[in-house]
């Protein structure tokens, strides 16, 4: 069969993403993905690691906001999708969900390639929040799960470059503020999945921009699943912040290439030759299983395990439905940890070609000797695709890339059209128009053509840009409340922490809605002091949230009532305001005390009244806290705090 392109839906028990959380992200990220300083010290890196360890790592969120609204009540729901297919794979793509490859089916054997989640479930993953597992995703931005894991992007047919169609996906990366596009397609009667990618930097400032990029697959796993990179040393890093280099494929007396010989979660990031072919495969028992290769810009390759241990598992279940099977990652990257960014420099893109495909490798290669399995393993790949065929591939790629897109099958944010409008960039192959344009960007559209910002229909302010040449067009504003909450913002993310609380101050003498400048001098204080001015600062502010909040359900007050209310009843309690806190969480409205994670919060505050039986019973009665971190270690915390008793397993997400 030719290949072709179409929409489809795919049915899933999904839960929703809810709202998002309307409080801007100030504070610096606690990301797990961090090593230990004096770790680092000791290390004998290589000169090109050392140096992109320490260069640009993220500080702040903004301008993307955090997605926490989320539950874990799943119900059966359509999620639109986009099937690519040929006769020999059939690959499924979930445009408003990051572009997410859900399934990649081998179709002569019937078999999926990928770890196919039967369910959508959001966990506290993404840098943003909501991400879920399975499939392939695409990793820009900064170190962890990009922010666009459950956003959509735009979507569309080009012509291929064997002369049929191929699925192109772009975006506008906020963090970093890079357009960049994946191009997929199938050349027909190819068992591979040949995908595309270009990121490119169009700073009008002519500055270098930090990149990052990780394709992340989720394969099956069992007892019988070994991963197979042609290395025969990595970086090991666990969640105790330390990074190693380690031998593979023994390490500590277990052959880590089996993910379930490892009891806790960890990353091995394989060091590869300079001139050796970049791939990894996951394979079965039986030596089956799923193979990604790659031009040699994307140099890094990684195993991510969960381990054996119970704290991983019980990660596995959170993230999917009881009785699935569990999953590893294997994943490809631009340096050889995800622990690095790439500088870019300004005008430049970087590009490159991925391969996805079925392999097959006599199992007592795989499962012999380490050097074996990576000499079977390469073999079996070059003769299923030569390595100069990926080559080729890609040459015949980059005059494509550049192609207007046809039909246009799913849209994307308006973010990038108002960057577009904004600098006049030239992009072609990724037109961001302005019929994208929304809500969110009207008010900054009008500042951008006027030179004024328009107050907002409610009393939530919207999303803040905070790139340099915004912060300008603010800095020239009329002074209203609402353009210095919105320029202290973009000062607060570029460093300028006093000048970003003179704003909010000078903003606050003529404000008529003041929670929102109140919080953000909350957060400030809590940054730099005093502390017991940020706990009366929260307590003003939700106090004139709750004043202003209007009747009825509106989803946009609620998530700002829940998340100001959150915050404040925590800054309460670290300011040893036991009373207050108490006050404070009754005025939060009972479906929100009712969600797991301010069952977290009531059970701290329960301990800090005194009532330890009360503590105990709220854990006894069971809550699940559908955003808990990865890597935060509170419920275990919390839960020693009421008992000696063992960690129950359905608490027990320790990573460490």
Known sequence: MPTTVRRTVVNLPAAPLGAENPLPPLRTPNEVHQVDARTRAGLDLPREMDRQLGYAPLRSLLPVRVRDGYDRERAERGIDAIVIENDRLRATVLPGLGGRVHSLVDKREDRELLYRNPVLQPANFALNGAWFSGGIEWNIGATGHTTLSCAPVHAAVVPAPDGGEMLRLWEWERLRDLPFQVDLWLPEDSA?????????????????????????????????????????????????????????????????????????????????????????????????????????????????????????????????????????????????????????EAGEEFSWLEAYGPLAVDAADVHGQWSGAVTATEARLEAALPRAEVERAYAAWLPFADQEPGERLATGSGWGALEVLRARHKLPGTPFAEDTLGAEQEPWLELLRTGTLPAPDSGIPGPTLVAAHWRDMLETAPAEPLTEYHLGIAQWHGGDLAQAVRSWERGLRHAEVRWPLLRALAVAERELGPSDRAADHYQEAFDDLCALRPDGEDPAWAAAAAALGRETVGALLDDDRTGAARAAWDRLDAPTRERGAFRLLEIRLLLAEGDTAAARARFDRGFEPADLREGDESVGELWARTTDEPLPAAYDFRMR
């Open 192 to 344: 591979f999945l040949y995908v595309g990618v270009r990121i490119r930097n169009v700073d009008p400032q002519e500055q270098p921009a930090p990149v990052y990029w990780w394709s992340n697959i989720a394969v099956p796993e069992d007892e019988g699943t070994r991963i197979v990179a042609p290395a025969t040393e990595a970086w090991h890093f666990g969640y105790d912040h330390h990074l190693s280099r380690v031998p593979v494929p023994e390490h500590e007396g277990a052959d880590r290439t089996y993910p379930l010989r490892g009891e806790l979660p960890a990353d091995y990031f394989y060091e590869l030759d300079d001139a050796s072919r970049r791939w990894i495969a996951s394979l079965d028992a039986d030596g089956r299983g799923l193979v990604q290769t790659s031009t040699d810009l994307l140099r890094g390759r990684k195993l991510f395990l969960w381990g054996s241990g119970r704290g991983g598992r019980r990660w596995q279940s959170w993230l999917t439905e009881p009785g699935t099977p569990g999953y590893a990652e294997i994943q490809a990257g631009l340096a050889r940890t995800q622990l690095e960014h790439v500088r870019l």
